[in-house]
């Protein structure tokens, strides 16, 4: 390539392979052109983060060190992000802004659909995957300089009309995703009326528009721009706006960024400005030479048109040594894999080597973390640490409960690490509720030692004490990973009554739910670092661990949406960015790698990274696990934050072998079975918390499907007062009719029972079962239909689920009450089917109505077979509490309240005697 002296006077673009040195070109090229008489002032230099635009100052400044020139003079130059450009600029004309945070958005999304009841996923989904894909998606509109008010709804609907004719959109109907575009759009007003209704608030884009609305020089003679690949079309003009002459470095091969709105249509317009000389940098100082050709081989073989990927040709390594062959891993659980494999690696690593374990999503990512986090394992992670969902969880339900009146808020509070209650007060508590020895009074009254938790009314006051007096204390002595997420925390309290225009409980846990701490890789160096492809751009590593993910070649339903407003306001198709992205992330991913690669995945999915030559398949390592490291929490220190300091002595005195004595005693003694319970035996921690410990997770959802059920029972009897129905609950009535109606039709056959509950010894309904006589099953069947003409009996259950989702389940309960009543009224159980009545379906978004439909089966062993392995484990753990006891330490789970059990029971080893 032609030096940077060569260039003078030139537009050029650069197109610089990975690990070729284009921060080097960019400094050389700055020093040449200040050697040649420019002036620092006339230099603007471009990229995308702070930490970019660090290394390219101390780069120039080195660089001009070593020409004579005065390093001082580096300082001289503008060398900044896009955003701290035009923030500058803005403020220099007299518009001063503060920046918005970025958790704003996401709360304002939140709010939107919350208070529109937008959409029907579950809290937890909608909190972890829809909401942040909204924020990308509102970010993405943005970055093409689209507003709400220049959306027009029946353009974009006509578009998204287009889009389902032409592909697949995953997940909803278009009735559907006409309907999301809608919350979508409010959304995001929501969320410019927020930041409008606080003074000069703006967000990055918010500061690119502005910044062109408003630029009117001066011009500098000439503009650096690093990444050009990543920039957005208002980055692009802001580029060319701001200097005669352009030098650009970018690879269009390492495009990864297009959900921040980069663009190869911005790559291409800038390349192909007239008379700009375009250069190659083909030399790599980062990878062995088999690292090399393989990440050109797997490219170019799986991309739609490799001929425009001239540059590769020049794609080499400056090491004479080829290097080890690309390792490919298969196993069942990738994720699990990579985490054992890099701890395998660390103790042979040199001073200065480390390993990446590199992923595709930030899922994955949080996968490993929990696995590392359970085993006590050192890293470092730019997604922070699984530790930061148990530490959230932790306060959340702890401060849920100084300010609520709500037992069951209060019943999962005196679990957490904050409350000063040992575990197992905390579990005599919950035992005394789950009889319904206490009413809420009692329980108040029980807790009257424990002031924090009184129900106050919610104040900044009362926050900032829980997490001073509190929270902060007992946080630090648990690990410095949990302390830092409740730091983080502490810090969005303030943030909540700056920015929130509601100052209540309920917003502020909305807040809380929404925020997103954004982790750095930590101070604390370590030689394992977890990382996505996209935090890793820029970056190096020894050895690499790469995590893929299968790409799906279909649009989700938001992206549907965002696509169709681009295309409906600017004519453009960003579905042609989204083509061969995958490919370009691998080569991302590969290229990090110096010494070793490794790819890790499923048998299926390493089939497309197979080149003979370049790899070789190695075997799964996952049976060398690693070994877990307790919790170091300590309760007795807990109860002193709170204040007891008799309680606290009395913890470290306390015998530990009372959780073993009270699994076994709620064992011996729980001789009723229901269908739940019997099914919640596949997971032993959920199994303890919902059976053993009782903690009640009640929601609106299932109050509402309890009244809805009542209404059924007294609408049979004829003692229904409709009037006295709220709207949903006569929505659900006359759905509960209309499904009765078909069965009767279907089956010619009238309703005769009504919430009829039964009960029978395990062993007559399962007699190859050595059941003890005195254990018993019981269930309620919601409705029960008899043909005379047939003699046909139909056991209906209603169900108030949104889909149809869990079908084969409840045909799995079903079959067992089918079996129950045949057996309780001497029926042959040929005679009896089931029936499911759906009479809540509302989609995954919520189109403005409630709709109701009707699965039915004939009686089936084959649900009775599948449901006799968990009845069967149950019986075991009856029988021996123990072997319970084994599997729920086999769980291994990373939240706080496992942690403490698992240390209690592996502490309190001595089995009960009999």
Known sequence: MESAEEAMGNNVIIVANPGTGKTEELANYAVELIRNGVGENEILCLTFTNKAADEMLSRISEKMLKNGIEPYRAYNMEISTFHSYAYRYLGSKGINLTMASNNLIRYAIYRSFKKEKALNYS?????????????????????????????????????????????????????ENTKFLEYFVNAYSHYEKMKKERSNVADHNDLLLMFLKNFTGPVYKYVLVDELQDVSEIEAEIALRSGEKIFAVGDRKQSIFGFQGGSLKNFDRIRNIEGARRLTMGENHRSTGNIIAYSKEVFLGSVRNPEIYSELKEFRSSSSVDGEKVSLVASNDPEAEAASLAVSMIPSLGDKENVAIITRTNGQLTQISKILDRKGVQYSSTNGYSSHITARNDVMDYITSIFSDDPEAKLRAIFTPFSGISLKNAFEISERTRRKI?????????????????????????????????????????????????????????????????????????????????????????????????????????????????????????????????????????????????ERIDFVAFTRAEKTLAIVANESALKRYYVPGYCEKKLSNTAEDIQPAPMNFDEAYSSFVNGHYEKSSAILNADASWLRESIASFFSSKNRLSYSLVKSTKEPYRFLKSYIIAMFYGSDAMKLGSRVHENAQRDFLKELEESELEDDEKVFLENTRTVNDRISSKYDAVQTGSEESITLPVSMLFPSLSAEKDVLFTGKLDAVFNSEKTGKTIILDYKTDKTRDYLAEHLQQLSVYARLYAARHELKEESVSVAVGYIGLRGKINLGRVECDMADSPFSTKYLDRFLVDLRKYLEYRKNPDSFIDDLLAEDEPDSLYQRIKTVLNTGNKKPEN
């Open 123 to 175: 809290q937890d989904y909608i909190l972890s995957e829809i909401i942040p894909k909204v924020e990308n998606a509102i970010r993405y509109v943005k970055a093409f300089g689209i507003l709400p008010v220049d959306i027009n709804m029946g353009r974009v609907s006509s578009e998204l009309h287009k889009l389902y004719s032409e592909m697949t959109i995953r997940n909803i109907t278009e009735e």
């Open 438 to 582: 206490w009413a809420k009074e009692e329980l108040d009254s029980e807790l009257s030692g424990f002031p924090q938790m009184a129900g106050k009314s919610f104040s900044r006051e009362d926050l900032y004490g829980a997490f001073t007096n509190i929270i902060i204390p007992i946080s630090v002595s648990i690990s410095r990973e949990y302390f830092s997420t409740a730091m983080a925390i502490y810090t969005n309290v303030k943030e909540f009554f700056e920015t929130s225009p509601e100052l209540t409980l309920d917003a502020f846990m909305d807040y809380l739910s929404t925020t997103d701490e954004t982790f750095d890789l930590p101070e604390k160096k370590s030689r394992l670092i977890l990382t996505t492809v996209h935090k890793a751009k820029g970056m190096e590593f020894t050895n690499v661990l790469y995590v893929p993910k299968d790409s799906r070649k279909t649009l989700s339903f938001i992206d549907a949406v965002s696509y169709s407003i681009i295309k409906s306001v600017k004519g453009v198709d960003v579905r042609e960015e989204i083509y061969d992205e995958s």
